[in-house]
Each structure stands twice: as C-alpha cells, then as structure tokens.
C-alpha cells in the first residue's frame, strides 16, 4: 500500500491557474501508474487524466484536453496536475489515485485504482 497525501487546491477565478501536488510514501513510486479523479458535488466520480509509471504515456478526459497537464517526478515520489484555463465546471474534489502494476500503460477507470489520497478541494468562480 502506498500513502497519497494531495496539495495546491483552493479557489481561483474563472480563467485562472492552480498546481495540484500528490506525494507518495511507503512503496516504489515507479512501480505505480497515477491517476487524477475528481468528484463534485451529487456527480460520480471521474478520471481527469492518467500517467504510466514512466511518465511517457498519458490520458486526458475530452473536458480538460488542452488545459490541463499530469506529470511526475519519480524521483521525488510526485505526480503533478498543472491545471490551466479553469472554469466553474472543474469545481470538485480531486483525489490522486494509485495503481501498482508491471505493465507501461495508463488506467482511466476507479475500480482500478488501489490506492486513494484524502483529496483537495478546487472552486473556479465565475
């Protein structure tokens, strides 16, 4: 089991920026593909983007193409979301998720997911 621990959420205006951060600790981050979900308020939670373990292959929800960006830094034992562009719609909880696996793709789906962060709150207002 790896520990997830989210930052850099809070309230941004409509056009604005924020960074969210998400530390792993207790296992080989390398060994983990990532994922961003968020889930707002009487909505299911869904996947915003993925990452491989390498950082090489990537997915993206058709809602946030082009403004926002997954990375991670293997080395620190981080992934990023870089979050660009925001509007009232991207208002949620996002929660990082983590999956331990031996294979190089990415996974959009929760139910693949082992293990979860506490999640950080993100308000766009209009």
């Known amino acids: 089991q790896v520990q997830l621990v989210e930052s850099g959420g809070g309230l941004v205006q409509t056009g604005g920026s924020l960074r969210l951060s998400c530390a792993a600790s207790?296992?080989?981050?390398?060994?983990?593909?990532m994922g961003w979900f968020r889930q707002a308020p009487g909505k299911e939670r869904e996947c915003v983007t993925a990452?491989?373990?390498?950082?090489?292959?990537?997915y993206y929800a058709d809602s946030v193409k082009g403004r926002f960006t997954i990375s991670r830094d293997n080395a620190k034992s981080t992934v990023y979301l870089q979050m660009n562009s925001l509007k009232p719609e991207d208002t949620a909880v996002y929660y990082c998720?983590?999956?331990?696996?031996?294979?190089?793709?990415?996974?959009?789906?929760?139910?693949?997911?082992?293990?979860w962060g506490q999640g950080t709150q993100v308000t766009v207002s209009s």
């Open positions: 998720a983590a999956r331990q696996t031996t294979n190089i793709r990415w996974y959009n789906s929760e139910t693949l997911y082992d293990d």
């Open positions: 207790g296992r080989t981050f390398s060994n983990y593909a």
């Open positions: 990452i491989n373990r390498s950082g090489r292959s990537t």
